[in-house]
């Protein structure tokens, strides 16, 4: 089975990670497409150096620019690639540009499209991301859904064909890196971090990097808390720090701690012993659930709703007092988060059904 696997923003490496070492176990051909969205090597190479993923065979360098700019440029230079590949399938992740982009470039093709964590939706649909998501979906052709939930939500748009509940590739890679991590990461060493008494926190949706009172709240949250907070900031939060104006505040509060971007591994150790999360990022949501720690969502919705549901994950939005009182005063569960994101087998499951279906297309 011949596989053109489009990748591009950092969610997407750590995500099709236990996907192409599955491929490639099963001796597939795996062509990988990096749309190079993503680029700072914080934010791209290091996911392939840590996680084993191979280089990409082409990187198409199209970089970072408003949505049309961005995702056109992709559309362009992917439909030249898929028809000198010709692969068997597009396989594409997530709700990113580069998502998107590799979805409508192959269904234009007749080159079947799947798409690994289909199925999810905010309800916002003022989120790129959810335009992304909804439009990939519903290019494909083989959905790969990570809950049950997902698996609704496309039955509500009336996509019932090609829909698989195969579990979260981010959930087998927390299982398969977990142990790597542990090996590896002296991040907590070198942060000079005592488990469960700090929080790590990240932002980057537009949601609150583009809304400079958000932004404002949220450091604010982080300062009056007066915890040990670690923040690795992603590059396009930085530059808009400055411009929000939370420099000073920050100057005065030593403890909360700007960091560059963390690859992987460290990520997993930051994350197991935090004491609590917060964060906006749709992944770290999840991890958080695998660990067992504590969530407090920098967002108004949720898409991972079986986090909240569970009593896991609370989303606070942007409001500077829910941030701070939830931190204080909610109580948490006592018990482990139940088992909704899969057995640690979503890739094998996924590229199973990838293979069957191409075996009996071409026994046709
Ligand atoms: C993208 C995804 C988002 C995902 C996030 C993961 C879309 C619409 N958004 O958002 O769903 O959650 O990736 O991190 O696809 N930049 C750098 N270096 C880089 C990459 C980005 O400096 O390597 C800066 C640039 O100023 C760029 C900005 O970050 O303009 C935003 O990057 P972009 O890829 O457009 O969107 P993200 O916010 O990263
Ligand atoms: N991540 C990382 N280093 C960081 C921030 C995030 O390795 O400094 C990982 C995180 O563990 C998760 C993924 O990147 O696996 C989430 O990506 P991001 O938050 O950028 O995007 P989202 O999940 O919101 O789409």
Redesign the pocket.
Same mark, same amino acid.
């Given at each position: 089975m011949n596989i053109l696997t489009v990748l591009?923003?950092?969610?997407q490496f750590i995500k099709a990670a236990p996907v192409s070492k599955a491929l490639r176990e099963a001796g597939h051909h795996e062509y990988l497409v990096h749309t190079g969205?993503?680029?700072?090597h914080?934010?791209?190479q290091i996911f392939f150096d840590e996680l084993g993923i191979p280089q990409p065979d082409v990187n198409l360098g199209v970089?970072?620019?408003g @949505?049309g700019k961005?995702t056109g440029a992709m559309l362009m230079r992917l439909e030249e690639v898929i028809l000198e590949q010709r692969p068997d399938w597009v396989l594409v992740y997530?709700?990113?540009?580069?998502?998107?982009a590799g979805a409508l470039a192959a269904v234009k093709l007749h080159v079947p499209v799947a798409h690994v964590e289909a199925g999810l939706r905010s309800f916002n649909r003022t989120?790129?991301?959810e335009h992304?998501r909804i439009l990939t979906d519903h290019c494909a052709d083989l959905l790969f859904c990570p809950t049950q939930t997902a698996v609704n939500n496309l039955a509500h748009e009336g996509i019932t064909q090609g829909v698989h509940l195969v579990g979260d590739t981010m959930y087998d890679a927390v299982l398969q890196f977990g142990e790597l991590a542990r090996q590896r990461s002296r991040i907590l060493e070198t942060l000079g971090l005592t488990p469960k008494q700090y929080l790590l926190a990240t932002v @980057?949706?537009?949601y609150n990097?583009d809304n400079p009172e958000h932004l404002r709240s949220i450091i604010a949250a982080f300062v009056e808390c007066g915890e040990t907070v670690i923040f690795p900031v992603?590059?396009?939060t930085?530059?808009r720090l400055a411009e929000a104006d939370v420099m000073a505040m920050l100057k005065d509060a030593p403890q909360v701690r700007l960091i560059e971007p963390v690859g992987y591994l460290d990520m997993l150790m930051l994350e197991q012993h935090a004491r609590m999360i917060l964060t906006d990022?749709?992944?770290m949501q999840k991890e958080a659930y695998f660990f067992a720690v504590p969530c407090l969502t920098l967002r108004p919705e949720t898409e991972w709703v079986e986090t909240v549901e569970a009593g896991w994950n609370v989303v606070v939005g942007a409001s500077k007092e829910r941030i701070v009182t939830t931190l204080a005063e909610h109580t948490w569960p006592s018990s482990a988060p139940p088992a909704v994101f899969g057995a640690g087998q979503a890739a094998l499951q996924s590229i199973t059904i990838l293979a069957t279906i191409t075996q009996e297309k071409r026994s046709v």
């Open positions: 591009g923003a950092r969610p969205q993503h680029y700072d914080a934010m791209s970089g970072s620019g @949505h961005q997530g709700d990113t540009n580069s998502t998107l989120m790129p991301e992304n @980057h949706r537009p990097t992603h590059p396009r930085r530059a990022s749709g992944g």
